[in-house]
Each structure stands twice: as structure tokens, then as C-alpha cells.
């Protein structure tokens, strides 16, 4: 499937949310308090939210006609919170979780990916669903329901990977000798010319998945935005699929700041809006260790160094006397990275990109180039940098 990409002469997004709350279906019940939310979201001043719809354990948090409901989760989710968002003028896009399925793989063993040796898949200590099996015909009935019922702008696929050593179980293995004319068996890897048409396969499944889905939902509500994760990403080198990616995403961790700038120097040149995503807290998803207000905006200002915006990653409380509700000091944080970012942009005649400083500190720019070399060397940046150092995190003629 070839598609044209949507509305991407719209300007680049300051700031973006990711409501990232995968909460399983066991245990007490839960809800957010979508009043509170709301106010948070008023506070943070987002252009984006991306709704969590279908979470890694495979539960749904909305009205599912296929029966996947969170039985813990005593609201509609995407019904308390879309329509209110958009009101607002903000962005709404599902978020779906597409291989991990806890849900349906203890139902549908046969739809697992499988390793070489022949046992199930678990990644991140969920099942993985293969996207060659007829588990891919329960996704796109999903994502069917969620365009029909309710006013999202599109959707933001997670996890859509197939597993590093890929995946041998009976559909994959019918379809590549179908495609390929010979048994895909474990030890295909001692053949160098027959492992780069399996890691070839590996690549097509991905991209079929991936556009059949965007074709099915389309087909219900035209004009839909489409992003996942790792869209413009070169450890990835899928460019050919990634180009009918509405916006690029590429993950962005603390203290991994090298990786970031890098990232987002490349991103800029694909011609689309880009975004680099980070959590809440200063390891992976669901650390406990909130970023410090200096962190976020120093990320932040890697992303607009070089074009792009920020996606944080937030989890309101699933229980106790902060039920439902974020942490003020992570609203907090995020509200002032925002308003930062939204300040910047903002000014007439401003750059398209954004100096670093700008960001991390209301520092006047040095007029010349040889006056910010001078400021370079006499002004303390290790806030920016991971080793405490001078290193310069702006992006590469980034001046203008």
C-alpha cells in the first residue's frame, strides 16, 4: 500500500502527551478522575494526547465490541476524554499496543511468535502476538470499532515488531515458503543469502501489517493520522514504510542524551514533523524516579534544536489518595517545558529551529558566531551534557 501522508504542512507541535497507563485487568478498581486530568492537561497546554486504547496486557480501556475490556477500569476512557480534548483544540490520537497481548495469546496460543527452539515469545514479560497470523484480522476489527465510535484523529501503533531472532511459528513459516519457495526452518541464519531473505520477510510483514491497517481504518473514517514507534528510526531502516508515516517517533532516554541529538539530527532531514518520546522519569517506562524539571527541558531543547517536539510519557496514580491523578511536580515539570517551548516558537521572526539555550535558560543569544564560541567556552552547560563537560548539544547550523 502506498498512502499520502495528511496535513503535514501543519506547524510543528511544542509539546505532545502520551497517556501511558497499562494497567492490567486484575486487582482492585480503577479509574482516572477525568476531571482532574483535564485540569492537568489545561495546566501542561499540550497540541497532542495520545489515549491509551489497547494496553500491552491486551486489555482495551474503551466500549470494545470484541469483548477485551479492562475489568478493573470502570470508565470508557476514550469516552470521557476525547470529545473534551478536542473542544479544547488539542490533537487526540489512539494509542495501540499491537504485538503484546496477554489477553488473547492465553487464548490463541497458535497466534504467539515463536522463537527458534520453538517455545512462545515473551517480550518485556508479555506474550507476542505474530502479525502473520489470523491474530492480525482481531487487530484491524479493533481499530474498526475505535474509528467508528469515537471522533480520535488517528492512531499511534506501538510494539507493531516481530522479535529480534524472528518468529517460526506455523503462519510464518507457510507464508515465507509460500513467498520464498523454500522451508523456513531454525537454521536458515548459517546461510548468509537465505538469512537476508528471511530478514527480508521480517521487514514485509511488518510493512504489510502496518498498511493494511492504515487501509482498514481509513476506509471507516477517511483523512486519519497515522504514527508508531521507531517511524524514521536508522537502527530500523525502513524508510520506504516509514515515509507513509504521518510523523516520525523515535524513544529518548535519560542520560542517553548523545543518542537523542542524533537521532533528531536525522530526523529533521525526512521532510515531516518529528518527535522524540520520553518518559516521566529518568529510566524507562515505569521507573519510579521523576525527571527533574533540568533534565526535561534540556531533552526538550535537543528536540527543538533541531525542528522537532517532545512526547511525555505520563502515568496517573492507579490507586491509593492519588488515584486517577497525576503528580503535581510532573505536571508541573511539563507544564513549564511546554510553555518554554510554545514561548520560543512563538516569537515573530523566531529561527524554524531552536537554539538550546533558549530552552534551558532565559539566556540572551550571542550575536555573532564568534561571540557564542566565546560564551561557549565561558559558560557552564553541564546540566546539558551526561559527563558534567562543555559538549555542545545545539543542533549543527542550527544559527540563523
Known sequence: MTRTTSRRSR??????????????????????????????????????????????????????????????????LLADLVAPLRERGIEVLAYFNVTLNDVIGAEHPEWHQVSPDGRPVIAFTYRQMCMNSDYR???????????????????????????????????????????HGFALTPEIGADPARNARFHAFRRATRARFLGDAMRRVSAVRPGMRFGWNHAGD????????????????????????????IAARHLRTLGRPFELMLPETLGGWGDWTVMTPETMRTMAGIAAAHGGSVNVGHVPYPSG????????????????????????????????????????API????????????????????????????DWTATNCWS
Not at 32 to 60: E, H, N, Q
Not at 322 to 329: D, H, I, V
Not at 366 to 371: C, F, G, M, T, Y
Open 234 to 261: 536508522l537502527l530500523f531502516s525502513e524508510g520506504e514504510l516509514d515515509a507513509q508515516a504521518d510523523l516520525s517517533s523515535i524513544e529518548f532516554h535519560p542520560p542517553f542524551f548523545l543518542r537523542g541529538g
Open 137 to 179: 484480522e482481531q487487530v484491524f476489527r479493533m481499530l474498526e470499532d475505535i474509528a467508528r465510535k469515537y471522533a480520535v484523529d488517528g492512531f499511534w501503533f506501538d510494539l507493531a515488531y516481530m522479535h529480534s531472532f524472528g518468529c517460526f511459528c506455523a503462519a510464518c513459516r507457510r507464508e515465507f515458503e509460500r513467498e
Open 364 to 391: 540572551s543569544k550571542p550575536a555573532s558566531r564568534a561571540a557564542w564560541s566565546s560564551w561557549r567556552r565561558t559558560t557552564s552547560i553541564s546540566t546539558f551534557s551526561p559527563s558534567g563537560n562543555s559538549t
Open 11 to 76: 506547524p510543528q507541535p511544542a509539546g505532545r502527551l502520551l497517556l501511558d497507563w497499562h494497567v492490567p485487568d486484575f486487582g482492585e478498581p480503577v479509574r482516572i478522575d477525568a476531571a482532574a486530568y483535564l485540569a492537568a492537561v489545561d495546566r501542561m497546554k499540550p497540541d497532542a494526547v495520545y489515549l491509551m486504547a489497547k494496553s500491552a496486557f491486551g486489555c482495551t480501556y474503551y466500549d470494545d465490541a470484541l469483548g477485551r475490556r479492562n475489568a478493573a477500569l470502570e470508565q470508557d
Open 321 to 360: 489518595d492519588l488515584a486517577g491523578m497525576m503528580a503535581s511536580p510532573v505536571v508541573e515539570t511539563i507544564s513549564e517545558t511546554f510553555r518554554l517551548l510554545g514561548e520560543r516558537r512563538s516569537r515573530p521572526g523566531g529561527p524554524r529551529r531552536l537554539p538550546m539555550d533558549s530552552i534551558n
